[in-house]
C-alpha cells in the first residue's frame, strides 16, 4: 500500500507515489549540490526537471495511474546520477598530493554511502560555507553536524576569545575543497509534538534531548514573571533578583523563539523527519573517529611538511603579485589557487567587516535589552517629551520598527548561517526592509514633530523684590535637598550623575536644572534680581504659557539670596527647554559672591533651527554663547566662591575668598585697598580676566606649575609695561621663567 | 593510470564538437540530441548534456527558444549562433588535424 500525492512539478499537476516524490527530491538536490558552483546552476536544474515533468506526462498519457518509484528510477537512469556525469570540470583533487589520486573516477562522492572511502584530511569546505568554510570542514572531517560545530566556535569566541584566532589561523593555514556533506540533520520545527510551534521539539529532536527541557528554558522565565508578579501583589515587596530573568534574559528568549519559529521550517515530508533527528552524535562516535584518524596522522605529518614548504614557496611568488591577489579573494574565479599572502589579506579584511557587523549588532541587543530593563524608566521620560496620541503612537512604531526589527533581521540571519537553514522564500528580507523603512519614516516625521514643538522660543521676565543687604555684599548660594525625590528605586534608575540636567525624576515631575546666573552693573544703586524664564513651544504662545507655568521662587535673608535647586516640571507642562536666568544686577562699589553650589546647575539650549544641541557641562558653559534674545555681555566670567566688586566697567576681584580671607599673593602686591585695585583694573580692563589665572594658580603655593604658562603669557607680558603695580607678581614669575628659555623671550616681545 | 579515466578525457575532449555537429543540422531538443548520438554509437548521458549546453549557451555560442509541445511542458530548441558557427569551424579544423594525425600514426606507417 503506498500513498499517492499531487505535486505541481513545473506547472503540471502529477499525481506520484510519496517514496517516489522522495527519491525525485533526493537526486534534484544530489543535482544541486553537484552543481553548487556552477554558474548556470538554475537553469540546468530547471531544464533537467522539465525534462522530468515531460517524461512524467508521457507516462501519465500513457494511461498509468501515477508515477511509481520506477518510473523515476528509470528515469534517473537514463539521466544519469551526478557521479555519472562527465564534464568539463569533474573536480579533481588537488593534483599536488599523491593521496588525492585515489580518489576515484570523476565526481564527487557526496552523500552516496557505497563510493569508495578515501583517507581524510582537514581541509575548509567550499560548498558549505558560512564564513571560510573552516567549521565546515571540521564538521566533515569529523563526521560531526556542521550547525554543532559552528556553535561550539561561536561559545569559545565569545567564551575566550580564543575562537576567532584559531578560526583565521585555520583559515589561511588550510587548503579548500568540496567536502562531502555528511550531516544528514537539520534543525527542523517539529509538526507532529507542538505546544506553540513546534520550536521546542524540534531543538529537543536535534539535539537528542527530552522535549521537557527546552520547553522548560523557554517557559521558565514567563512562569518565573508570573510567580513575582504574584508574590509582588500579595506582599508589596519587590523582589529584585531575578528581575534579570523575567526581563531581558526573558526578553531574549521571547526574541529566540520567534526567530526560530520564523528561520526554521517545518518538518512535514517523511524524510524530513528523519533528517531533523538524524545519525546519532555522541561522544563514543567523536572519540572513534578522532582514533581512527590518529593511526594514519604519521604519515599525514609527513606528507604535511613537504606540503607546507611547497606552500611557502607559493606564498613566496604569491608576494609578488601581492596587490593582485588582493582582488583574487573578492573575485570567486581566481580563488581556486590563492592560498598565499593576498588571501590572507583578503580573510583578514572579511573578518574585520564581520566583526565590525558583529559589534553592532551586539550593541544593538545590548541597546535593547538596557531598554528592557529600564524600559519603565524611559517610559516616564518619554512622558514629557511626548504629546498627544500621534507621537505616542509613532513613537511606538519607530521604536519596534526602527530598533527591534534589525535586531529580528540580525538573529534571523545569524541562525540562518548558522544552522545552515535555506528558506524558499525572499519575501522575509523583503518584509523586514520594508517595515525598517517604515520605521524611519516614523523616526522622521516623529522627530519633525518633536522639532515643532521646539520650534519658538519665548521669554517672561520677572522681578524679584531684594532687601538691600546691609553690608554692601550679596552671597548667592542654592538649597541643598530640595526638591529632590528621595526614592531610591527612582535614583538607581535614572541617575545621570552629576552632570545631568535632569536632576531627578518622580512619580509625575522631575527636577530641571537649567539656570544660570548673571552679574550685571545696577543701573542704580540698588541691588536687583531678574528672573528671565525660557521656554520653547510649538508656537509663541504656548512657549511664553510654558515658561510662565515655570516655578522658580527665590529667597532671601539679608546679605544670602537663597536659589531653588532647580525647578519642577510636571509631565503636563512637558519638557520644552525650559531654562530660568537668574540676572543679579550689582550696584558699583557693592560686592557679590558666588556660591559654589551655584555651579551645580547644568544649562543647555536645545536649537532646532542650528539642528544641533548646545550642551555645555561644568563651568564652561558660564562662557557659552547666547545665541538669542538676551544679550551677552562679560560678566558671566566669574569663578564660584570668589568675592567681586562691581567697577563702572565690569566685575573685578576683591581679592577675598568666601571666608573673608585674603590670597597670600595678593598681600605682595600691597594692595590693600580696594578701591584702588578696581581703579587699576578699570585702566586695563581686558587684561583682568587674564591676570586672573595665574593668581588661582598660585592658591596651592606651588611655583613650578606655572611654569606651562609660559608660552602664552604675553598677556601679563603687555600689562607689564603699561600697569607695573598691579602684575608685580606675574612679572616675577615670567622673568623667573624666561630666563632659561632666551627663544622664550623673543617670542614673547 | 586507470583506463576508464582516460577513455572519459578521451571522450570529453570531442562530446563538444558533436554537440555542436548535431545543432548545426537544425535547431535541436536536448533528448533528440542524445538519441542521435546513441544511434551513432555514442552513449552520453541526459544529466551530461544540459550543464553543456547551458554552458555552451551563457557563452553566446548557442541560443534557444521555446517550442509548445503536446505531450508536456514547452521545450528548449538549440540552436548555433554566428559566434558558435565560427567555434564549431575552429573545431572541426582541430579534429581535421587529429583525425589526420591519428590516423596516420596508428596505420603503422612511418611519415619519414
Known sequence: MKKIININFHSRVIPIEESAYEILQQYISSLRRYFANEEGRDEIISDIENRFAELFSETLKKGAACITDDDVNTIIASMGRPEEFEGEEAPQPETTTAAGSQQAGAGPNWQYGNAPEEPRRLYRADNDKILGGVCGGLASYLRLDPAIVRIIFVLITFGWGAGFLLYLILWIVLPTRSVPVNARKRLYRNSNDRVIAGVASGLAAYFHIDVWIPRLVFALPLILGIVTSIINHITWWHWYGPSFVTGGFGGTLFITYIVLWIVLPEAVTASEKLEMRGEKVDLESIKNTVKSDLETFKGRAREMGTEMGERFQQVGQQLKQGTQNFAAEAGPVIRKGSNGFGHAIGVLFKAFFLFIAGIITFALITALAAMAFRGDSLLHLKGYVLEGFWQNFLAWTAFFLFLVIPVIALLTWLIRRITGVRTRNHYLGYTFATLWVIGLFCSIVLGGMIMSNFRARQHVEENVPVVQPSHGKMIVHTMENTNRFDDTDFWSDFDFGRNSPFYSIAEDSFLLNTVRVQVRKSDDTAYHVQLIKLSRGSSATRARETANRIEFPVKQNDSVLTLPQGFTISSGDKFRNQQVLVEVAVPVGKRILISRSVENYRWFTVNPNNRHIHWRGGRDNWRSEWDEDIDDNDSYSWSSNVEYVMTPTGLSRTGMDKNGYRFKGKKDNGNDNEEDMYKERAEKPEKAEKAEKPEKAEKPGSNDGYRYKGPGGTAPKATDTTNPKKTALVTEKEEAMIQPYPLLAIFNS | ?112
Not at chain 2, 549546453?53 to 551563457?58: D, G, Q, S
Not at chain 2, 517550442?67 to 579534429?95: C, H, I, M
Request: charged share 20%; aromatic share 8%; net charge neutral.
Open chain 2, 1 to 112: 593510470m586507470n583506463i576508464e579515466n582516460t577513455q572519459s578525457q578521451m571522450r570529453k575532449g570531442i562530446l563538444e564538437f558533436c554537440i555542436l555537429s548535431v545543432i548545426r543540422r537544425g535547431e535541436a531538443y536536448p533528448s533528440d540530441i542524445v538519441e542521435e548520438m546513441k544511434a551513432a554509437n555514442l552513449n552520453i548521458l541526459e544529466g551530461t548534456l544540459y550543464p553543456l549546453l547551458t554552458r555552451l549557451k551563457n557563452a553566446d555560442m548557442l541560443t534557444y527558444r521555446w517550442v509548445e509541445s503536446n505531450s508536456g511542458p514547452p521545450r528548449k530548441y538549440f540552436s548555433l549562433t554566428p559566434k558558435g558557427e565560427a567555434f564549431y569551424g575552429e573545431l572541426q579544423a582541430t579534429w581535421n588535424e587529429l583525425a589526420n594525425a591519428v590516423h596516420t600514426l596508428t596505420n603503422n606507417k612511418s611519415v619519414l
